[in-house]
């Protein structure tokens, strides 16, 4: 197979981040959503791995980390859930801006926004 993204998606150790397209010089990869996850997708035409590109395998964070045995040993005992979807997990909260407009403008609901903004009003950084 080689030194390409698909080595850590056939190994289970993608994460979803997309650097790997971000990084493709020949925007080759684009991100899809199979079985709730977003995973990458080599358009093997324009792929310029077999030439020695490797980009997106140098630079994909999920090359060499076992998440699932990290997890497993980090995640043990009685009080850890596993869901297919997200892993290994002890506890999982939901939460969002009560700011209308950092809500509306952020990713996700404005929870990190909002604490950052609390944390330069509050100056504790």
Known sequence: MGKSILYTV??????GCGICQGACPNTSITMHVKSGRFLPVVDQKSCKNDKGCH????????????????????????????????????KCFTGYSNNYD???????????????????EKKTY
């Open 55 to 90: 980009r997106c395998y140098d630079i994909c964070p999920g090359v060499g980390v076992k998440l699932n045995c990290i997890a497993k040993e980090e995640f043990s005992g009685a009080d850890t859930f596993y869901n297919g979807k997200i892993g290994y997990y002890r």
């Open 102 to 120: 950092v809500r509306y403008h952020s990713a996700s609901g404005g929870m990190v926004t909002q604490l950052l903004v609390w944390m330069l």
């Open 10 to 15: 056939s190994n289970g150790l993608c994460t």
